[in-house]
């Protein structure tokens, strides 16, 4: 192992601490923080701050989310091994990875060509699975619904109703979609989780703020 791959390692693990004790207690998000190289999705010179508690730009205009940020989302999601999950807003391939990590189905789009393939073939290259669209997420993907979970990565105006339609229903012992996703103003949004309890039927929860790009439609 060369020197710096044994420095990054010892960040991610240190990454890992600091995110329990911010109040992160899914362990199964913290093993899968634990495992993603951070530093392969931000940019080259921006590597050495790969594993402190921060968003980075990405280029256009966009960030790789906070990892606290990323984790806290993971664990509202309530998901398990094998569930399928959309993620809108792909950017660096990060949070992809991280769901990855947990087991489950990934499908995830991004609105910025450029984003979008980059997310991609970083993916593909560090050997994730993930199923990725470039296109507009605000409408959702009907052809892979329903999902289990659906996060929203950027802040929402308004929660779009398409996702809410396309949430699991509950049948059986099987547990109805959850929808993680920033609603507010720009730049500062509330954390809010949808559940699909019963047919037409949806529980809300709101959690606290944070800021966010913008969730654009096209
Ligand atoms: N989850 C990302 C964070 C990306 S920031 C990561 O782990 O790195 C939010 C992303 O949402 C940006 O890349 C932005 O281009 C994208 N986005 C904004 N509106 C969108 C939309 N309507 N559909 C798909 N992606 C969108």
Redesign the pocket.
């Known amino acids: 192992m060369r020197p710096y791959e044994r420095l990054y390692l010892r960040r991610r693990a240190a990454l890992v601490e600091h995110l329990r004790n911010r109040g992160i207690s899914d362990e199964a998000v913290l093993a899968a923080v634990g495992k993603v190289a951070r530093e392969y ?1 931000v940019e080259p010179a921006l590597r050495g701050r790969a594993y402190k508690d921060e ?1 980075l730009p ?1 280029g ?1 205009k ?4 906070q990892p606290y940020t ?1 984790a806290f989302q993971t664990m509202l999601l309530e998901i398990q091994p094998g569930d399928r999950v959309l ?12 769901l990855s990590e947990m087991g489950v189905r990934v499908f ?5 060509r450029a ?1 979008h393939v980059r ?1 991609r073939d970083r993916l593909s290259n560090l050997g994730y699975r993930v199923v990725t669209r470039h ?4 409408v959702g993907w009907t052809a892979c619904a329903p999902f289990d979970g659906i ?4 802040g929402a105006a308004q929660v779009p109703d398409s996702l809410i339609q396309q949430l699991r229903v509950p049948e059986g012992n099987r547990r109805g979609g959850r929808l993680v996703i920033p609603v507010g103003a720009h730049g500062d949004q509330i954390m809010c989780r949808y559940e699909c309890t019963a047919p037409g039927t949806l529980q809300k929860e709101r959690f606290h703020s944070f800021r ?7």
């Open positions: 999705f968003a990405i256009l966009q960030t790789i989310s990323v993620e809108i807003g792909t950017g660096s391939g990060y949070q992809s990875a991280i995830s789009v991004e609105r910025h984003l997310a296109g507009d997420g605000t996060v929203v990565t950027a966010f790009v913008p969730l654009i439609s096209n």
